[in-house]
């Protein structure tokens, strides 16, 4: 289809009409004496240190909303949502490598961080699942 990954290049498929998507706040979690240690414990002070980063989240949620807008799940995705997600994923990426260089450290230590808090089940991890979920094309479309 037209304006669908894969489809006909150039073509673009008219943003659907639809109900208004919720948008989920991005709230933090407030410091506690227990707050997570090690990188997790420092991406969270480093979101809380830098409003501006959950705010532009905010904002380009509120822009992009519309290119999904009445998608039902198995739809077939348009070239404008995949061109979406992709304009999300720079951003995040700016921003991790933003914190990585601010606490000196790599992908792959913030990654094995992650990895340990869930399988320790660590109870700080649900709000990291829900963060990554968003990150994948499918759970950012849906």
Not at 23 to 51: I, K, R, V, W
Not at 65 to 88: A, I, M, N, V, Y
Not at 95 to 116: I, N, Y
Request: glycine residues 10%; charged residues 15%; hydrophobic residues 40%.
């Amino acid at each position: 289809a037209p304006g669908a990954v894969g489809g006909a290049a150039g073509a673009a498929a008219p943003a659907r009409p639809g109900p208004a998507m919720a948008l989920e706040p991005l709230p933090l979690p407030a410091p506690t004496p227990h707050s997570q240690p090690g990188l997790p414990g420092a991406f969270m002070t480093y979101l809380a240190a830098n409003p501006a980063i959950l705010q532009e989240i905010r904002d380009f949620q509120q822009q992009h909303r519309l290119f999904f807008c009445g998608t039902q799940p198995g739809d077939e995705h348009t070239l404008e949502q995949w061109q979406s997600h992709q304009t999300f994923m720079a951003m995040v990426e700016r921003h991790l490598h933003g914190f990585l260089a601010a606490v000196e450290a790599t992908e792959e230590d913030f990654t094995d961080a992650l990895l340990q808090m869930k399988s320790g089940q660590d109870p700080h991890w649900r709000a990291f699942d829900l963060l990554l979920s968003k990150v994948d094309f499918e759970g950012f479309a849906g």
